[in-house]
């Protein structure tokens, strides 16, 4: 059964960092692409982050891009998001999620975490 | 990017059928065939319902049915049941290597 299990989330105030781990388990990790979607509070989805399953390419919402870094440890079943100059708007559940297909991100995301929440506030 | 557009509410009775729209650009929607329709219920996590527009993963149900022309891609629930009544997303790959959802629709099982 696959699961994904997000942490890392908690409350800071603008301009910090913060880094997000979502464990993967039940499948092979490093053949599928992964990604982050994150929800506002009352809002809907918005993808975040998606990289490949090498970790050989990597894309970004512009509203992140230059902000957030995506990363994965293959060798831990691991997929990362780095967070820095952090903004009231990055107030939000974080998901991590499976890519559908076998080395191909475009088509969907099977499997989600449960998310954890990111609270940026003053 | 823009979001993709949605209605913000549907609804329908127990059996009927509902059928949710979709509506982007040339851009993303139209350029290929990567749309994805996803459900939540409240506090949970999305399902994935559809895939590259028309395809069910392995376990959803045959009561739900993508497809698309053009710009406009669209999610059918047929035979409604109470349990369908959530929140549903579509979601498009674009040619510039971006994905973008639409703002979710309220389906209201009545």
């Known amino acids: 059964e696959v699961q994904l299990l997000e942490s890392g989330g908690g409350f800071l105030q603008p301009g910090g960092s913060l880094r997000l781990s979502c464990a993967a388990s039940?499948?092979?990790?490093?053949?599928?692409?992964m990604t982050w979607v994150r929800q506002a509070p009352g809002k809907g989805l918005d993808w975040v982050s998606t990289?490949?399953?090498?970790?050989?390419?990597?894309f970004y919402a512009d509203s992140v891009k230059g902000r957030f870094t995506i990363s994965r440890d293959n060798s831990k079943d691991t997929l990362y998001l780095q967070m820095n100059s952090l903004r009231a708007e990055d107030t939000a559940v974080y998901y991590c999620?499976?890519?559908?297909?076998?080395?191909?991100?475009?088509?969907?995301?099977?499997?989600w975490g449960l998310g954890t929440l990111v609270t940026v506030s003053s | 990017q823009s979001a993709l557009t949605q209605p913000a509410s549907v609804s329908g009775s127990p059996g009927q059928s509902i059928t949710i729209s979709c509506t982007g650009t040339?851009?993303?929607?139209?350029?290929?065939?990567?749309v994805s329709w996803y459900q939540q219920h409240p506090n949970k996590d999305p399902k994935l319902l559809i895939y590259e527009g028309t395809k069910r993963p392995s376990g959803a149900s045959n009561r739900f049915s993508g497809s698309k022309s053009g710009n406009m891609a669209s999610l059918t629930i047929s035979g409604l049941q109470p349990e369908d009544e959530a929140i549903y997303y579509c979601?498009?790959?674009?040619?510039?290597?971006?994905?973008?959802f639409g703002g979710g629709t309220k389906l209201t099982v009545l």
């Open positions: 999620a499976k890519a559908l297909k076998v080395k191909q991100e475009r088509s969907g995301w099977d499997s």
């Open positions: 039940g499948f092979t990790f490093n053949i599928y692409a």
């Open positions: 040339n851009s993303d929607v139209g350029s290929d065939n990567f």
């Open positions: 990289i490949s399953g090498d970790a050989g390419t990597t």
């Open positions: 979601c498009s790959y674009g040619t510039y290597s971006h994905w973008v």
